[in-house]
T-cell receptor
Framework: AQSVTQPDIHITVSEGASLELRCNYS??????LFWYVQSPGQGLQLLLK??????LVQGIKGFEAEFKRSQSSFNLRKPSVHWSDAAEYFC?????????FGTGTRLQVFP | NAGVTQTPKFRVLKTGQSMTLLCAQD?????MYWYRQDPGMGLRLIHY???????AKGEVPDGYNVSRLKKQNFLLGLESAAPSQTSVYFC??????????FGDGTRLSIL
């Protein structure tokens, strides 16, 4: 069965530090992959998506993600984190009319 | 520029009561989804619809019913609410494999 794993439940970084959030997927064909962000009390907002082509995709708010087929990974990165990036981040894979989400990674940012 | 609108935003029910959550989208999307979000479990798909007049079960459909009588609306019903249905409910819509657009959620407490 298709699945998405986000191994880190909670990550804490200092403002200005770099960030990498991990995402591993299980999917037979070429996956359609997404990263969403959820601020407290809000719905989910799309950060970026990968459908095909260039394996490094750029998103909003300075985020990027790299698709690595050999590692079944789609990790999210940001070179310098801002306090406003504190939120919960979800990785998802599209599977037959619906999305399968990971359980999320909560990011805390210290000044 | 409303996007996806969920009604109501908050609700408290007693066990055994019934209610309907309304989701409306103004993007002419074919696909609509209902999720529930619980701590540590990410988003779990309850039911979804791939077009007007169609519905399908997701990962956790028990205790819920849905209807899609109009393309822009997707209703989620709880016939006899149970405390286990206390959750935050999100509606989303999309066009095919394109990213889903989410509402701001409905916080539902069942006493």
């Amino acid at each position: 069965a298709q699945s998405v794993t986000q191994p880190d439940i909670h990550i804490t970084v200092s403002e200005g530090a770099s960030l990498e959030l991990r995402c591993n997927y299980s999917y037979g064909a070429t996956p359609y992959l997404f990263w969403y962000v959820q601020s407290p009390g809000q719905g989910l907002q799309l950060l970026l998506k990968y459908f095909s082509g260039d394996t490094l995709v750029q998103g909003i708010k300075g985020f990027e993600a790299e698709f690595k087929r050999s590692q079944s990974s789609f990790n999210l990165r940001k070179p310098s984190v801002h306090w406003s990036d504190a939120a919960e981040y979800f990785c998802a894979v599209h599977n037959t009319d619906k999305l399968i989400f990971g359980t999320g990674t909560r990011l805390q940012v210290f000044p | 520029n409303a996007g996806v609108t969920q009604t109501p935003k908050f609700r408290v029910l007693k066990t055994g009561q019934s209610m309907t959550l309304l989701c409306a989208q103004d993007m002419n999307h074919e696909y609509m989804y209902w999720y529930r979000q619980d701590p540590g479990m990410g988003l779990r798909l309850i039911h979804y619809s791939v077009g007007e007049g169609t519905t399908a079960k997701g990962e956790v459909p028990d205790g819920y019913n849905v209807s899609r009588l109009k393309k822009q609306n997707f209703l989620l019903g709880l016939e006899s609410a149970a405390p286990s249905q206390t959750s935050v409910y999100f509606c989303a819509s999309s066009q095919g494999k394109q990213p889903q657009h989410f509402g701001d959620g409905t916080r539902l407490s069942i006493l």
